[in-house]
């Protein structure tokens, strides 16, 4: 991700933590925490291979940005706007983050971002203080109140827990046949199946029988469908991925 790009931070100014790992968190919060501004966490790591966190870790992240007065700051860009399930995903951890960035599936495929402050700290930036060209468009804002309207106000979220414990079935499944899926991980419609090896083929072989998916971190496969997509639209992908192993022997 950094490739091409010049140092943003100075290598002394930030830390980079391994996930779920509460001792090394609280090491640098013990070693560093008077320092520090704010902690950021992608809940789900998307393009880190849907790697998700546990709930103990991110309790702990909490607590100790209270002890230390450190902004809790979570990236719900992929999986915000119902991705997990519910309408944010840090309320899968039961705990509330001190800003939020958005944007996918605020804009339904159109383009926005955004970020959700808490009250708290909404007055340090005065109205026109900040601001970038084509920040707070009409159209756009119009665009992600409709999305989130809609499906607040159609019920879309409630189907999602049937059918991500669908997909987890056909997919674990397909670990249990195939020795080259290591893994099957995620919340709600946001799942990752992680192989033994680059899934590049797998996604040109998907995509050629009508089946769009993609890869990330180079072997995991990520599977975003529609969040309000039917339980025989999902049977019928996952057919298509079932059939594109059957016929790769070197997933055998």
Same mark, same amino acid.
């Given at each position: 991700?950094?490739?091409?790009?010049?140092?943003?931070?100075?290598?002394?100014?930030?830390?980079?933590?391994?996930?779920?790992?509460?001792?090394?968190?609280?090491?640098?919060?013990?070693?560093?925490?008077?320092?520090?501004?704010?902690?950021?966490?992608?809940?789900?790591?998307?393009?880190?291979?849907?790697?998700?966190?546990?709930?103990?870790?991110?309790?702990?992240?909490?607590?100790?940005?209270?002890?230390?007065?450190?902004?809790?700051?979570?990236?719900?860009?992929?999986?915000?706007?119902?991705?997990?399930?519910?309408?944010?995903?840090?309320?899968?951890?039961?705990?509330?983050?001190?800003?939020?960035?958005?944007?996918?599936?605020?804009?339904?495929?159109?383009?926005?971002?955004?970020?959700?402050?808490?009250?708290?700290?909404?007055?340090?930036?005065?109205?026109?203080?900040?601001?970038?060209?084509?920040?707070? =468009?009409? $159209?756009?804002?119009?665009? %992600?109140?409709? /999305?989130?309207? @809609?499906?607040?106000?159609?019920? *879309?979220?409630?189907?999602?827990?049937?059918?991500?414990?669908?997909?987890?079935?056909?997919?674990?499944?397909?670990?249990?046949?195939?020795?080259?899926?290591?893994?099957?991980?995620?919340?709600?419609?946001?799942?990752?199946?992680?192989?033994?090896?680059?899934?590049?083929?797998?996604?040109?072989?998907?995509?050629?029988? =009508?089946? $769009?998916?993609?890869?990330? %971190?180079?072997? /995991?496969?990520? @599977?975003?469908?529609?969040?309000? *997509?039917?339980?025989?639209?999902?049977?019928?992908?996952?057919?298509?991925?079932?059939?594109?192993?059957?016929?790769?022997?070197?997933?055998?």
């Amino acid at each position: 991700i950094h490739s091409g790009f010049g140092p943003l931070l100075r290598p002394e100014d930030h830390a980079y933590l391994p996930r779920n790992d509460i001792d090394i968190l609280e090491k640098e919060f013990e070693e560093n925490g008077t320092n520090l501004c704010g902690l950021f966490i992608e809940l789900i790591q998307g393009e880190g291979g849907i790697n998700v966190m546990d709930q103990a870790f991110m309790r702990r992240c909490r607590e100790l940005c209270d002890e230390y007065d450190v902004l809790l700051v979570a990236d719900e860009i992929q999986t915000g706007i119902g991705r997990t399930g519910k309408l944010f995903c840090f309320e899968n951890y039961q705990i509330t983050p001190d800003i939020m960035a958005l944007a996918k599936g605020l804009g339904n495929g159109f383009p926005i971002g955004a970020i959700v402050v808490a009250e708290d700290y909404c007055d340090y930036l005065q109205r026109g203080q900040h601001g970038s060209t084509f920040s707070g =468009g009409h $159209l756009a804002t119009r665009v %992600a109140f409709e /999305t989130v309207k @809609i499906i607040m106000t159609r019920d *879309i979220l409630k189907n999602i827990p049937a059918l991500s414990d669908y997909f987890f079935q056909r997919l674990n499944a397909l670990k249990s046949k195939y020795k080259s899926v290591v893994d099957v991980r995620g919340i709600g419609l946001h799942i990752g199946v992680e192989l033994n090896q680059p899934c590049a083929d797998v996604v040109t072989a998907c995509r050629e029988n =009508g089946l $769009l998916i993609n890869c990330t %971190a180079e072997n /995991t496969i990520r @599977i975003m469908p529609p969040l309000n *997509i039917s339980l025989e639209r999902a049977a019928e992908g996952l057919s298509i991925l079932e059939k594109v192993f059957a016929a790769n022997t070197a997933l055998h």
